[in-house]
Protein backbone atom coordinates (compact mmCIF):
# COMPACT_ATOMS: atom_id res chain seq x y z
CA UNK A 1 0.00 0.00 0.00
CA UNK A 2 1.35 3.21 -0.58
CA UNK A 3 1.89 5.88 1.12
CA UNK A 4 -0.51 8.59 2.04
CA UNK A 5 0.02 11.83 -0.92
CA UNK A 6 2.34 9.19 -2.69
CA UNK A 7 1.89 10.42 -6.16
CA UNK A 8 2.20 7.92 -9.53
CA UNK A 9 4.09 8.23 -12.33
CA UNK A 10 1.96 9.52 -15.02
CA UNK A 11 3.42 13.02 -15.89
CA UNK A 12 5.22 13.36 -12.32
CA UNK A 13 6.07 17.36 -13.08
CA UNK A 14 2.43 18.25 -13.20
CA UNK A 15 1.41 16.20 -10.41
CA UNK A 16 4.32 17.76 -8.62
CA UNK A 17 3.45 21.01 -9.45
CA UNK A 18 -0.39 20.89 -8.83
CA UNK A 19 0.80 19.53 -5.63
CA UNK A 20 3.01 22.41 -4.53
CA UNK A 21 0.95 25.33 -6.27
CA UNK A 22 -2.34 23.70 -4.13
CA UNK A 23 -0.05 23.88 -0.61
CA UNK A 24 1.29 27.59 -1.17
CA UNK A 25 -2.17 29.07 -2.58
CA UNK A 26 -3.99 26.92 0.43
CA UNK A 27 -1.75 28.36 2.67
CA UNK A 28 -0.45 25.35 4.04
CA UNK A 29 2.78 26.62 2.77
CA UNK A 30 3.47 30.21 3.94
CA UNK A 31 5.14 33.26 1.62
CA UNK A 32 9.16 32.62 2.76
CA UNK A 33 9.44 29.51 3.88
CA UNK A 34 11.85 27.21 2.24
CA UNK A 35 11.07 24.31 0.20
CA UNK A 36 13.37 21.35 1.19
CA UNK A 37 13.93 19.18 -1.70
CA UNK A 38 14.23 15.88 0.15
CA UNK A 39 11.35 16.13 2.74
CA UNK A 40 8.99 16.69 -0.85
CA UNK A 41 10.40 14.29 -2.38
CA UNK A 42 9.81 11.63 0.57
CA UNK A 43 6.16 12.92 0.89
CA UNK A 44 5.11 12.72 -3.00
CA UNK A 45 7.53 9.48 -3.27
CA UNK A 46 9.17 10.99 -6.47
CA UNK A 47 12.61 11.69 -7.69
CA UNK A 48 14.22 14.88 -7.61
CA UNK A 49 14.30 15.55 -11.35
CA UNK A 50 10.82 15.54 -11.66
CA UNK A 51 10.64 18.14 -8.27
CA UNK A 52 13.17 20.40 -9.59
CA UNK A 53 11.61 20.65 -12.82
CA UNK A 54 8.18 21.86 -10.84
CA UNK A 55 9.93 24.15 -9.07
CA UNK A 56 11.54 25.62 -11.67
CA UNK A 57 8.47 25.82 -14.19
CA UNK A 58 6.66 27.05 -10.42
CA UNK A 59 9.77 29.91 -10.83
CA UNK A 60 8.51 30.78 -13.63
CA UNK A 61 5.20 31.54 -12.76
CA UNK A 62 5.94 33.69 -9.43
CA UNK A 63 4.88 31.28 -6.59
CA UNK A 64 8.38 30.51 -5.79
CA UNK A 65 12.08 31.80 -5.61
CA UNK A 66 15.37 30.34 -5.95
CA UNK A 67 17.64 32.11 -4.24
CA UNK A 68 21.82 31.22 -4.59
CA UNK A 69 22.99 29.01 -2.63
CA UNK A 70 20.28 29.09 -0.32
CA UNK A 71 17.58 27.12 -1.94
CA UNK A 72 14.23 27.67 -3.17
CA UNK A 73 11.51 29.66 -0.91
CA UNK A 74 7.63 30.39 -1.24
CA UNK A 75 7.19 33.42 -3.13
CA UNK A 76 7.32 36.95 -1.10
CA UNK A 77 5.60 40.45 -2.95
CA UNK A 78 6.71 43.38 -1.48
CA UNK A 79 4.09 46.21 -1.52
CA UNK A 80 5.44 47.93 -3.94
CA UNK A 81 5.31 44.76 -6.10
CA UNK A 82 1.68 44.05 -5.66
CA UNK A 83 1.23 47.73 -6.54
CA UNK A 84 2.74 47.40 -9.42
CA UNK A 85 1.59 44.06 -10.73
CA UNK A 86 -2.48 45.62 -9.51
CA UNK A 87 -1.24 48.58 -11.80
CA UNK A 88 -0.24 46.71 -14.55
CA UNK A 89 -3.25 44.50 -14.17
CA UNK A 90 -5.64 47.21 -14.47
CA UNK A 91 -4.11 48.92 -17.57
CA UNK A 92 -4.41 45.41 -19.40
CA UNK A 93 -8.19 44.69 -18.56
CA UNK A 94 -9.09 48.05 -19.84
CA UNK A 95 -7.49 47.80 -23.10
CA UNK A 96 -8.94 44.35 -23.21
CA UNK A 97 -12.51 45.57 -22.29
CA UNK A 98 -11.81 48.17 -24.97
CA UNK A 99 -10.95 46.37 -27.63
CA UNK A 100 -13.69 43.52 -26.86
CA UNK A 101 -16.89 46.17 -26.81
CA UNK A 102 -19.46 46.83 -28.23
CA UNK A 103 -19.79 42.91 -29.98
CA UNK A 104 -18.58 40.59 -27.59
CA UNK A 105 -21.82 38.20 -26.82
CA UNK A 106 -20.14 34.98 -25.15
CA UNK A 107 -19.57 35.37 -21.85
CA UNK A 108 -19.69 31.54 -21.27
CA UNK A 109 -16.68 31.15 -20.05
CA UNK A 110 -16.78 34.61 -17.72
CA UNK A 111 -20.02 33.26 -16.05
CA UNK A 112 -18.55 29.92 -15.83
CA UNK A 113 -16.01 31.02 -13.52
CA UNK A 114 -18.19 33.47 -11.67
CA UNK A 115 -20.55 30.71 -10.71
CA UNK A 116 -17.70 28.30 -9.53
CA UNK A 117 -16.59 31.54 -7.56
CA UNK A 118 -20.25 31.25 -5.80
CA UNK A 119 -19.95 27.14 -5.31
CA UNK A 120 -16.86 27.81 -3.73
CA UNK A 121 -17.49 30.72 -1.12
CA UNK A 122 -20.54 28.61 -0.51
CA UNK A 123 -18.28 24.97 0.21
CA UNK A 124 -15.90 27.70 1.99
CA UNK A 125 -13.25 26.46 -0.05
CA UNK A 126 -10.68 29.33 -0.75
CA UNK A 127 -8.31 27.33 -2.67
CA UNK A 128 -10.97 26.39 -5.33
CA UNK A 129 -12.18 30.41 -4.73
CA UNK A 130 -8.62 32.09 -5.54
CA UNK A 131 -8.18 29.24 -8.49
CA UNK A 132 -11.71 30.62 -9.87
CA UNK A 133 -11.35 34.19 -9.47
CA UNK A 134 -8.32 33.91 -11.83
CA UNK A 135 -9.88 32.38 -14.41
CA UNK A 136 -12.62 34.78 -14.36
CA UNK A 137 -10.00 37.82 -14.35
CA UNK A 138 -8.29 35.41 -17.58
CA UNK A 139 -11.60 35.10 -19.36
CA UNK A 140 -12.72 38.60 -18.81
CA UNK A 141 -9.10 39.59 -21.14
CA UNK A 142 -9.52 36.61 -23.49
CA UNK A 143 -12.90 38.66 -24.79
CA UNK A 144 -10.31 41.04 -26.44
CA UNK A 145 -9.42 37.75 -28.73
CA UNK A 146 -6.22 39.27 -28.46
CA UNK A 147 -3.88 35.97 -28.17
CA UNK A 148 -0.54 38.41 -27.42
CA UNK A 149 -2.37 40.48 -24.93
CA UNK A 150 -3.20 37.13 -22.71
CA UNK A 151 0.18 36.29 -23.47
CA UNK A 152 1.58 39.05 -21.43
CA UNK A 153 -1.57 39.27 -19.21
CA UNK A 154 -1.30 35.28 -17.73
CA UNK A 155 2.36 35.66 -16.11
CA UNK A 156 0.87 39.31 -14.55
CA UNK A 157 -2.40 37.84 -12.66
CA UNK A 158 -0.52 34.53 -11.98
CA UNK A 159 2.04 36.55 -9.81
CA UNK A 160 -0.47 38.22 -8.03
CA UNK A 161 -2.48 34.84 -7.32
CA UNK A 162 0.05 34.11 -4.24
CA UNK A 163 -1.47 37.77 -3.03
CA UNK A 164 -4.65 37.32 -3.79
CA UNK A 165 -4.92 33.56 -1.78
CA UNK A 166 -3.74 35.43 1.15
CA UNK A 167 -6.02 38.22 1.11
CA UNK A 168 -8.98 36.42 0.41
CA UNK A 169 -7.91 34.85 3.95
CA UNK A 170 -8.14 38.08 5.25
CA UNK A 171 -11.34 39.58 3.79
CA UNK A 172 -13.14 36.08 5.37
CA UNK A 173 -12.23 37.21 8.34
CA UNK A 174 -13.71 41.10 8.18
CA UNK A 175 -16.30 40.94 5.40
CA UNK A 176 -19.01 38.90 4.27
CA UNK A 177 -18.08 35.68 2.35
CA UNK A 178 -20.39 36.53 -0.37
CA UNK A 179 -18.98 40.05 -1.02
CA UNK A 180 -16.20 39.05 -3.65
CA UNK A 181 -18.59 37.17 -5.57
CA UNK A 182 -20.77 40.36 -5.40
CA UNK A 183 -18.32 42.36 -6.72
CA UNK A 184 -17.36 40.26 -9.51
CA UNK A 185 -21.45 39.98 -10.54
CA UNK A 186 -21.62 43.79 -10.74
CA UNK A 187 -18.52 43.73 -12.90
CA UNK A 188 -19.96 40.76 -14.61
CA UNK A 189 -23.55 42.65 -15.56
CA UNK A 190 -21.48 46.21 -16.58
CA UNK A 191 -19.92 43.65 -19.24
CA UNK A 192 -22.93 42.04 -20.44
CA UNK A 193 -24.65 45.67 -21.29
CA UNK A 194 -22.53 45.92 -23.77
CA UNK A 195 -22.36 49.70 -23.38
CA UNK A 196 -17.75 50.10 -23.42
CA UNK A 197 -18.59 53.32 -20.84
CA UNK A 198 -20.82 51.21 -18.23
CA UNK A 199 -18.27 48.30 -18.50
CA UNK A 200 -15.29 50.76 -17.99
CA UNK A 201 -16.90 52.29 -15.51
CA UNK A 202 -17.71 48.55 -13.78
CA UNK A 203 -14.02 47.96 -14.35
CA UNK A 204 -13.03 50.93 -12.03
CA UNK A 205 -15.14 50.33 -9.78
CA UNK A 206 -13.71 46.77 -9.40
CA UNK A 207 -10.11 47.92 -9.80
CA UNK A 208 -10.52 50.50 -6.72
CA UNK A 209 -8.12 48.56 -4.14
CA UNK A 210 -10.67 46.78 -2.40
CA UNK A 211 -7.70 44.61 -1.44
CA UNK A 212 -6.76 44.28 1.93
CA UNK A 213 -3.08 44.97 2.40
Do not use: W
Not at 79 to 107: I, Q, S
Not at 194 to 211: C, E, Q, S, W
Amino acid sequence: MEPEGVLRPHSLVELSMRRIRHEILSGTLAPGERLIEEQLTQRFGTSRAPLREALRLLGQQGLVEHLPRRGVRVAELSRADVDELFGLRDVLERYAVETALPGVTDLRDLAKALDDMATAVEQDDPYSENEAHRRYHVALVALAGHRQLLLVYEPVILKLQLYMAANLRREAEVRAPSEGVERHQRLFDAIASGDPALALDGLARHGARTYIG
